[in-house]
């Protein structure tokens, strides 16, 4: 895809990312101006898809979404959250990141418990029917299929909380 043509693509992005029942204030990186987008159908899970990402990576609780021209995104969630896949996993309020087909990078506000320990997320790349999910030196892959549903979350991590397709599959770890 041309330079060109990922533009607009990021602002339809940024255009559909708010629920249908209100406004999206868009809150812009440093180098971008503040956009100010109408109601729109559909969501930012909606186009997860369109960069070759499931819509399930994030949870239902998104508030909203901004991204810059070089693929710079946060996610505002409405409050911090715990998603249980095969592994416990926390999400900030706010996700950063940079995004491109198949991969985001820079990844910060995404954590997951491996053992006693809680792990920053720094990356995820994707190739169809997997996702590589960068820990660190680690790195697991889960199946995509995990990621279909868009998962609801708890907000503590005690509760008793599932995402989408909750040890459907068992994860490999391995060096990346």
Not at 115 to 128: I, K, N, Q, Y
Not at 154 to 173: E, I, M, P
Request: glycine residues 8%; hydrophobic residues 40%.
């Amino acid at each position: 895809m041309s330079s060109s043509a990922v533009v607009p693509l990021l602002l339809l992005l940024c255009a559909v990312a708010a629920p249908a029942s209100s406004a999206t204030r868009i809150f812009p990186s440093e180098d971008a101006a503040a956009v100010t987008l109408p109601q729109q159908e559909g969501t930012v899970h909606d186009l997860l898809p369109d960069y070759g990402l499931p819509p399930g990576l994030l949870p239902a609780s998104v508030k909203d979404y901004s991204m810059d021209s070089n693929g710079q995104f946060t996610v505002r969630l409405t409050a911090p959250c715990y998603v249980q896949f095969t592994e416990l996993v926390y999400y900030d309020r706010t996700i950063k990141g940079k995004i491109s087909y198949g991969s985001i990078t820079d990844l910060s506000g995404i954590q997951v418990k491996k053992l006693f320990a809680w792990l920053p997320v720094t990356g995820m790349v994707a190739d169809g029917s997997s996702i590589e999910f960068q820990v660190g030196f680690l790195s697991e892959k889960l199946p995509t299929s995990m990621f279909a549903e868009i998962p609801s979350c708890r907000k503590n991590a005690s509760s008793s909380c599932h995402g989408a397709g909750a040890g459907a599959a068992v994860a490999t770890l391995e060096a990346a």
